[in-house]
């Protein structure tokens, strides 16, 4: 999954919550492709020797690391989510695949900071208080305010954010 996250091959995932013994499909989540990042992932031990593929490596998806905006329902509490709303949905979050994968990682890290405010309305510091998450997500960076500052910037080129100036910004 590491491979295919940096070289952008990932495929779209979908998430099927059903009711047992009923049978019954709950939930189905789509997170689309250009949503996956490093940081979503957590890696397994290695398989025992004993086990028949010994040594290898899985991961697992850090589901609660995937911003909101990139879960989209198709069926929610077992109604299904009219199409409309599913591809508004999809379109909203489409200009992160024009976006490099390392960039896109930044990009989602930083909205689910701000999603995690849990205010429709926030302050550039209150996102800089999560400086230190975000430097260890991205060891590389020695520069992590004014990134911050960049991948804001970029939220609101993609109309997820609006800047109302002076710090102050809002989620749309």
């Known amino acids: 999954m590491h491979r295919a996250i940096i070289s952008d091959e ?7 919550h059903y009711q047992l013994p009923k049978l019954t499909v709950e939930n ?3 997170i689309p492709h ?4 490093l940081s ?3 890696k397994r031990k290695p398989l025992s020797a004993n086990a028949r593929r010994a040594g290898w490596v899985g991961c697992n998806f850090l589901l609660d690391q995937i911003p909101e905006d990139a879960r989209i329902p198709v069926i929610q509490d077992g109604h299904p989510v009219s199409s409309t709303k599913v591809r508004r949905a999809y379109e909203k979050l489409r200009p992160l695949e024009e976006l490099n994968i390392q960039k896109r990682g ?8 701000v999603k995690s405010l849990n205010k429709t309305e926030f302050e550039l510091k209150e996102v800089y208080e999560h400086e230190d998450l975000l430097a260890k997500l991205h060891p590389d960076n020695a520069h992590i305010q004014p990134k911050i500052r960049q991948q ?3 939220l609101r080129d993609m109309k997820l954010v609006k800047f109302l100036g002076d710090g102050h910004y809002r989620l749309l």
């Open 28 to 30: 189905v989540l789509l």
């Open 34 to 37: 250009f949503a996956f990042t």
């Open 10 to 16: 990932t495929p779209n995932l979908f998430l099927l």
């Open 152 to 154: 804001l910037q970029e």
């Open 106 to 113: 930044w990009t989602l890290d930083v909205l689910n900071i």
């Open 40 to 42: 979503f992932l957590e």
